[in-house]
């Protein structure tokens, strides 16, 4: 069969904005799609909230239900000024982001605990059986160690959330836990040979 050049224009114009029309509506790959579209995701005014942006909240929540009572037993437990200036700031910052995560679940929808977790509960009872130089020790291992690893947490969801509220308050976080570390370092009673090693 022969076309006449008229027609063969007119089939290479279609053939081109059908293809055009191919790139702009169909995905490249099911992994280009945004993760949002999966399970434990819900779409928000604020963008994207994922399981990771709830446990972020959740584990602040916690976070604070127990070292706002040890912040404040430190203050007639304590046999170190250090240790009883730590106790402060954990009350007031805590207090502050408590909150503020309890505002923000509720905007969210992000059901949160009153209680703290199981592990929190066994610190604290360490705590209640000590006085002074074994409160102090008890106090700085506990609170370094919970601080580590929620540091890391924190840090990863603020660096990859699609929640601007999320992203915002996970930046506050941050602050809180990097200061309430370095507090609890400069007590001087910090083993740090019993801290999580890095990993690569």
Known sequence: MRFRFG???VLGVFLFAAAVTVVVVVPRSASSQSDWTQAGWTQTPYGPLGPADRDLLVRVRWAGLWEIPAGRWAQDRAGSDKVKDVGRHLVEDHTKL???VREL???LAVPLPDQPNPDQRGWLDEMAAARGAGFDRVFAARLRDAHGKVFTFVSAVRAGTRN?????FAGQAVDVVM???TLLE???LVDYSTLPTPTV
């Open 98 to 100: 408590d909150a503020a």
């Open 179 to 181: 200061k309430h570390m």
């Open 164 to 168: 601007s509220l999320i992203r915002d």
């Open 105 to 107: 679940a509720a905007k």
């Open 7 to 9: 027609e063969l224009l």
């Open 186 to 188: 400069g007590t001087g």
